[in-house]
């Protein structure tokens, strides 16, 4: 008498085995039949709710009584066929424990499913040849992500249908006072007119004995800054400047800005420009002071701390000012004309884009949107300060600052799954309120798992230019500098007029590596699925068409990259 052996087994997500119901097989009517298998002769595996059909039925012949005793009695083919079934699926069970991620096999499924071509993220509209460089990953979950496409599009959809410009409502100077009346009480109107930063004399009512930085809050809550401090202490007796049994020092602000944005280019940037001699940056590359630490927020997560006066972001651009007030108190022209040159730049990639601590203090908003942003503060006090912006292709920004910044589990699958979720959540705030609101939420922004925000260039730089002039903005693309850094170093200088080089420094300063590249461990995870790139280029693109717009150049569209 022949019978055949039938198990579902259900592997549940928390690694625990159960069986879905009883095996079956001899005369045993009462067992119920198998509402998965339906009848069918396989073995079927459920991993996170998808079926996966790893073996052939193991057919049996048996005599006399059917229990495990009769496994003696079976042929030797027979025998080799169950013993192999029950190896394969101990291998399949503990592949998957010890996986950790749960959601693929460490073992890739031998079967194929009809539908799909052989690489299930290659659409149908790509050529095979466009994703030859792709390391070799599992399809498993893939092949969900491609058939999950249509409904991921209409929430693209949902958002590119409520996506409105619109002019934002500037404040007034007062009510910019009101809201940082100690910043407005220390910053003058007016400047020294043989300077070309921002600077100005400021007594200083300590005695030769008093540490300058002794109360400064980049000191207090860094460890790494105290050694910068430290070659401040030594230098700031010898600079300063004395009159009527007074002392004074000079204080001064950037005359220009790297604003942003993230992943984008700026450390190379920064780290090339600080080459030229006539270029100071802020002892820190990135102070974070004015979308940051002025509200007292070094990590957002971690709740806010004391807020740090400007007095302390002053102190960081000390070294610049000594070497200015040293041109300033020159006896000869010619040292005097050289030290004027010098100008100072502040280079914190979150100035453009982070405006996380509005609503913490400014509780006057008009339908979600904040009334004050950092370029307002910026402009009251710097209406010709110079801004550069490097920006690069959304997409591959967005990848770029996840493998960046991510902790662990990083992997193409977990990128994609970020993004689906982010996209949700995006959507879910543009079905009630505009997108500046949106993209200047700080409740979204932290429930986001990756910062879909940061790429959207064009919201961020119109409300920039509402308040500052186009002439005023050098936009670089990071593709651009990555492939002519020659060429990109030489628009920065003739933007901020500096002087030029000699073919040393200037070997020195294009021929350096790139800074800041990416790591050796994340090169190894790969490239993005092609279909959460397909995916992202649908959300950014457009945001993009609007920002190519704005700059009269297609290639801010980032088309083809």
Not at 50 to 64: D, P
Not at 78 to 90: A, E, P, Q
Not at 170 to 186: C, G, N, R, T
Not at 187 to 213: A, H, M, Q, V
Request: hydrophobic content about 35%; overall charge positive; glycine content about 4%.
């Amino acid at each position: 008498m022949r019978h055949c052996i039938n198990c579902c087994i259900q592997l549940l997500p928390d690694g625990a085995h159960k069986h879905q119901v009883n095996c079956r097989g001899g005369p045993h009517h009462g067992h119920q039949a198998c509402p998965t298998c339906k009848g069918e002769n396989k073995i079927l595996f459920r991993v996170d709710s998808k079926q996966m059909n790893l073996l052939a039925v193991l057919e049996v012949r048996t005599e006399g009584n059917e229990n495990w005793g009769g496994f003696l009695r079976f042929k030797k083919g027979k025998r080799c066929s169950l013993v192999f079934g029950l190896i394969i699926m101990t291998l399949v069970m503990a592949s998957y424990i010890l996986s950790g991620a749960h959601q693929e096999l460490l073992i890739s499924s031998p079967f194929h499913y009809g539908g799909f071509p052989s690489n299930p993220s290659l659409m149908d509209s790509e050529n095979p040849s466009d994703t030859k460089e792709h390391h070799h990953q599992s399809s498993v979950n893939n092949i969900s992500y491609v058939k999950d496409y249509p409904s991921i599009k209409l929430i693209i959809n949902s958002i590119t249908a409520r996506i409105e410009f619109t002019t934002r409502q500037l404040p007034d100077l007062e009510d910019l006072k009101k809201q940082e009346l100690h910043m407005f009480s220390v910053i003058p109107n007016k400047f020294l007119p043989n300077s070309k930063s921002p600077c100005w004399y400021e007594e200083f009512s300590g005695r030769n004995t008093t540490d300058p930085y002794l109360t400064n809050s980049y000191v207090l809550y860094s460890k790494r800054f105290r050694s910068t401090f430290d070659a401040l202490r030594k230098a700031f007796w010898g600079h300063l400047a004395h009159a009527q049994g007074k002392h004074f020092r000079l204080r001064c602000l950037p005359h220009f800005y790297i604003i942003g944005q993230p992943k984008c280019g700026t450390t190379d940037l920064y780290d090339r420009l600080r080459l030229h001699p006539e270029v100071k940056f802020s002892a820190i590359k990135e102070p974070h002071w004015w979308t940051r630490k002025r509200f007292g927020i070094v990590r957002l997560r971690d709740g806010l701390r004391d807020r740090y006066p400007v007095e302390d972001y002053l102190d960081l651009f000390d070294l610049a000012a000594h070497q200015i007030h040293q041109g300033l108190q020159a006896n000869s022209a010619k040292e005097q004309s050289k030290m004027n040159t010098i100008i100072i730049g502040e280079a914190s990639a979150s100035t453009m884009w982070d405006n996380n601590a509005w609503t913490f203090f400014y509780d006057n908003s008009t339908d979600g949107e904040p009334p004050f942003l950092t370029q307002d503060f910026i402009h009251a006090f710097q209406p010709n300060a110079k801004l550069i912006v490097m920006l690069r292709d959304p997409v591959e920004r967005l990848y770029s600052d996840y493998l960046y910044f991510a902790s662990s589990n990083k992997s193409a699958d977990d990128f994609h799954e970020k993004v689906t979720e982010a996209l949700q959540l995006f959507e879910n705030c543009m079905l009630d309120y505009s997108l500046r609101a949106c993209v200047y939420n700080n409740t979204l922004n932290n429930a986001m798992p990756v910062r879909l925000q940061v790429g959207l260039y064009a919201v961020y730089l119109l409300d920039w230019l509402s308040v500052f002039d186009k002439q005023q903005f050098l936009i670089l693309r990071l593709e651009d500098h990555a492939s002519n850094v020659k060429y990109t170093m030489h628009k920065v200088f003739q933007f901020l007029n500096l002087g030029p080089l000699s073919e040393k420094q200037e070997a020195l300063m294009t021929k350096s590596p790139a800074s800041n590249a990416r790591r050796p461990e994340d090169r190894n995870l790969g490239p993005m699925w092609p279909i959460t790139q397909k995916i992202l280029r649908d959300f950014y693109r457009p945001f993009n068409a609007r920002l190519a717009q704005v700059l009269a150049d297609e290639a801010f569209a980032w088309k083809t990259t």
